[in-house]
């Protein structure tokens, strides 16, 4: 019997590598970030998470002061982004709003989450552990469940979660709504670093047609 299964409103989640190794400065700035954390985590209580999940750093706006290479390639590839999926038919002009560095020590985890107040959101991954894994989640979980079947084995119709393998040096860039997060650091010695950032834009948003009176 001949049928098709297709679909419909993809979510797009986009890949790239950096080709080139991080350079000894930028592999310095990094460490000054992390050993800056430490201190700072010494001489208060106060933190943005709970130690058990994972460590981010204070500042959310490294790429204004160090790390100009690395921000420049996400910024690349949030520009093709933005032509190939967004394909806006006024100009708008993408740029990094936030940027910080997450530390996954050994036993940490970074729950599901989403970014607000963003259009993209992306994550470039410094060091990673083996057989590391980006996690997504279905927003739309609670909807389609209110009729609970149990599958035989899960595929992309009827998981509620999918991932995505990651190495060192690779980039990813997703909607900010969609959910995501790291299951636990399983190593005894090893952080599995990375730097994320959310995205907006400037320029014309919407369409006349779409005012309110």
């Given at each position: 019997?001949?049928?098709?299964?297709?679909?419909?409103?993809?979510?797009?989640?986009?890949?790239?590598?950096?080709?080139?190794?991080?350079?000894?400065?930028?592999?310095?700035?990094?460490?000054?970030?992390?050993?800056?954390?430490?201190?700072?985590?010494?001489?208060?209580?106060?933190e943005l998470?709970?130690?058990?999940?994972?460590?981010?750093?204070?500042?959310?706006?490294?790429?204004?002061?160090?790390?100009?290479?690395?921000?420049?390639?996400?910024?690349?590839?949030?520009?093709?982004?933005?032509?190939?999926?967004?394909?806006?038919?006024?100009?708008?002009?993408?740029?990094?709003?936030?940027?910080?560095?997450?530390?996954?020590?050994?036993?940490?985890?970074?729950?599901?989450?989403?970014?607000?107040?963003?259009?993209?959101?992306?994550?470039?991954?410094?060091?990673?552990?083996?057989?590391?894994?980006?996690?997504?989640?279905?927003?739309?979980?609670?909807?389609?469940?209110?009729?609970?079947?149990?599958?035989?084995?899960?595929?992309?119709?009827?998981?509620?979660?999918?991932?995505?393998?990651?190495?060192?040096?690779?980039?990813?860039?997703?909607?900010?709504?969609?959910?995501?997060?790291?299951?636990?650091?399983?190593?005894?010695?090893?952080?599995?670093?990375?730097?994320?950032f959310n995205?907006?834009?400037?320029?014309?948003?919407?369409?006349?047609s779409h005012?309110?009176?």
């Amino acid at each position: 019997m001949d049928y098709n299964i297709t679909g419909v409103f993809p979510i797009p989640i986009y890949f790239a590598k950096r080709e080139t190794k991080l350079t000894t400065s930028e592999m310095d700035d990094i460490r000054n970030i992390i050993e800056k954390r430490k201190l700072q985590k010494a001489h208060t209580t106060e933190e943005l998470v709970d130690d058990t999940e994972t460590s981010l750093t204070e500042n959310v706006y490294i790429f204004n002061t160090k790390l100009y290479k690395i921000k420049e390639f996400c910024e690349q590839h949030i520009n093709i982004y933005a032509k190939e999926i967004i394909n806006p038919k006024d100009e708008l002009d993408f740029y990094i709003q936030q940027s910080w560095l997450t530390v996954t020590s050994p036993g940490e985890n970074l729950p599901p989450h989403h970014h607000s107040n963003s259009i993209l959101s992306g994550v470039f991954y410094v060091s990673t552990v083996e057989n590391d894994k980006l996690h997504f989640y279905d927003v739309f979980h609670n909807l389609k469940n209110r009729i609970s079947i149990e599958e035989k084995e899960s595929n992309i119709w009827n998981a509620t979660t999918w991932f995505f393998p990651i190495e060192d040096n690779d980039l990813i860039i997703f909607p900010s709504w969609l959910d995501h997060g790291v299951q636990r650091n399983p190593t005894a010695t090893k952080d599995r670093i990375s730097i994320a950032f959310n995205a907006f834009a400037k320029g014309i948003f919407g369409m006349p047609s779409h005012k309110h009176y």
